[in-house]
């Protein structure tokens, strides 16, 4: 079967699943704190985001699917695609893909899964994420209303607690993301979630994680390791998830009183710093414990080493 009638056939399934175009008045803002625009560290991440984007051409009229390198479908129907004031697309139209289904892919793009639980910041289960974009002789287009359907897979299985949730980038790259205010169960097979779409941006398949009884905890780099030249993650490998760590100018990088963690889950604590123009690295794997706090210690590495541990999480 193709994938153009496979993905009408899953749309036929679960037609009942309203589309995901995020309801923009319902989220409160949540209370985070600003990442310094000095920190060299976040235009490397910006480059990696880059490097990353997928490019895919279709004709407008016709419609048509794309693959993404790890698997992500995305069927779009004739006409589905409409100029910024509302005017049907014709000819060819260029589609922006980046996948991050994995942990390490999302550590290798610092994109986090820290999700505004109606102001309050929580951490994520993940399913997976990606962006999507669409563009025509470099003028930003949109999707008409349920004018997508996508395909995310899922190859550790499905979990039938997953949502969606609409990624907010700021202006240093750092996202948060949004439960969409229609949330309801995604269309789901044995390896993979599926759903009607007409939204761009960033995507992801989440819920928030349990948080009874929950913690802050905090990293102690080395003197001269901070906010300016460090990065420090959070990652949860049992619930492919991670945040991130803050600094205030101090080389120490806590949770603070920006979100929580649950106790008593595993974790692995990841930082990278370039200092003079030299990479180091740290990582400890962990079980949070209530007020935990690690000290961190460095040593030498590349970006290629970093995102061969990425790739291996």
């Known amino acids: 079967m193709s994938t153009e009638r496979f993905l009408l056939a899953t749309m036929l399934s679960v037609a009942l699943f309203v589309g995901c175009k995020k309801d923009e008045d319902e989220a409160a803002t949540p209370n985070v704190p600003s990442t310094p625009t000095t920190n060299a560290m976040l235009a490397i991440f910006d480059q990696h985001v880059e490097d990353a ?3 895919f051409t279709l004709n407008a009229g016709t419609g048509g699917s794309i693959i993404g390198q790890d698997g992500v479908t995305m069927f779009f129907p004739p006409n589905a695609f409409r100029t910024q004031a509302g005017a049907v697309v014709t000819g060819s139209v260029q589609v922006e893909l980046v996948e991050a289904l994995t942990v390490g892919d999302m550590l290798w793009l610092n994109k986090r899964t820290l999700g505004n639980d109606n102001g309050q910041l929580r951490p994520l289960v ?21 004018a997508g359907f996508v395909n995310v897979p899922a190859p550790n299985g499905v979990d039938p607690n997953m949502q969606l949730f609409s990624g907010n980038v700021d202006g240093n790259g750092i996202i948060t993301w949004d439960p969409f ?9 044995s390896l993979s979630y599926n759903f009607p779409n ?15 009884p929950i913690t802050g905890l905090q990293a102690v780099c080395p003197e001269g390791h901070n906010d300016s030249n460090t990065l420090v993650w959070l990652i949860f490998p049992d619930m492919n998830s991670l945040t991130t760590m803050y600094a205030s100018g101090t080389n120490i990088f806590a949770t603070g009183g920006s979100y929580q963690v649950p106790v008593g889950i595993n974790v692995q604590i990841v930082a990278l710093s370039n200092l003079g123009g030299s990479y180091s690295w740290a990582t400890v794997t962990t079980t949070v414990t209530a007020g935990l706090s690690v000290d961190l210690s460095f040593s030498p590495t590349t970006l290629e080493e970093f995102q061969q541990f990425a790739e291996g999480l």
Do not use: K
């Open 53 to 55: 984007t997928q490019l």
């Open 181 to 189: 205010g229609n949330a309801g169960g995604l269309g789901q097979d």
């Open 126 to 146: 993940s399913g997976g994420q990606y962006f999507l974009n669409v563009t025509q002789g470099g003028q930003q287009l949109r999707l008409a209303e349920n």
């Open 198 to 212: 007409d939204s761009l941006g960033w995507i992801n398949c989440d819920y928030f994680m349990d948080q009874s």
